[in-house]
């Protein structure tokens, strides 16, 4: 087995610090060929020592001989006195440049000073802990301007504190060991449910359902449910454990209706609805990144309901669609979508097979009559045409709880 490589750069944003003097570190995530990932802290000044290594390794590719056979990209020196406001604007110009680096030609970018300058060190592992009375302050960049040139950043963006509901074991050593009631910082919320947070000086994966939000049960930034439905595809088949998931095979389509953050989405095959892994799906006309495979694991993290001794500090529970109401409120949305059903299709004379009747027309020679009927005229005016009577059963299925029970008590009597 040959060296492992840099896969994947990411600029997560840059941390303040006072330990020694006030300075500022660049957060990395760096995801390796061996499918592991590292945090990675490192300063701009060492980020262009690197650079500048860099360009004499290669002098070709840094276009030192000849401008026209650069490829390897360039990078803004650090300026003589690094404030806040540099260290933001300098995120979109660094975030590219990590990107272009790893996708150079392999003898650049699987190099060893690539290797070495990305390669954890142990103060990665255990950075220096805030004073007491001043906390480092991190600034996540948002993604969607990690490719310009600028980064739209305002103001310190505080990580979410959340807390554990129960004791939790890592089964790799990428992940994070909690007991309940440990504060955690949320520094990626990933949409397969393992959210990358740090803990003190620890950091690691954990399974979102172990996490609840200090201030409420409630997740704010969780979607509601869209019964039109998102266009997916399974890239792993899944076996139902629970009630309430759904079997499914490697490249089925189904349809995603809520995309839950604890990486159990509820999906849609038909007529049916149930749980399913979201790290199992990706979108329709979408290319199977391989980068996205973050978290280094074979299975989803577990369900909240499998939990066993978990402490919540809310004496209200979260919030939860139970799968009849996601089954009922899909099957509305379908048959609105499409109104001709089929039990409404089921209900209109079949054509299929014609049968002849034989009737006299009086001077006693017979007439054949197609059963087929005459083709519906189009209703004058652009009027709508009015549909059937829904059946006793059909306005049962679809009405409220209270009008079932009237309808109960009165038939009753």
Known sequence: MGEIYIRHVELLGFERRFIPSQHYVYMLLVKWSDQSEKLIYRKYPEIYTFHRSLTELFPIEAGEIDAKDRIIPALPAPKWFDNQKATETRQGTLAEYCHSLISLPPKISRCELVRSFFRVRQEDESPPSSLPFKRNETYLMQKDKSRTNTSEITGPIILETYRAIADYSKSTKYELDLQAGDHVEIVEKNDNGWWFCQCESRRGWVPASYLEPLESPDETEEPEPNYEGELYITTNSYTAVEDDELTLGEGE????????????WVVRKGEETGHYPSMFLRAKGEKLDTTRNENLRKAPPPRRSTIRNAQSIHSRGRQRITQDTYRRNSRRYLQHRDPRGPRQQASQPRSSQPEEKQMNNGNGSPSTIDPTP?????????????PPRPSRELILERCTEHTRKKVSIRSAS
């Open 374 to 386: 005459p083709p519906a005229q189009e209703p004058q005016g652009g009027l709508p045409t009015v």
């Open 253 to 264: 389509t189904i349809e995603v209706i809520h995309k839950l953050l604890d990486g159990w």
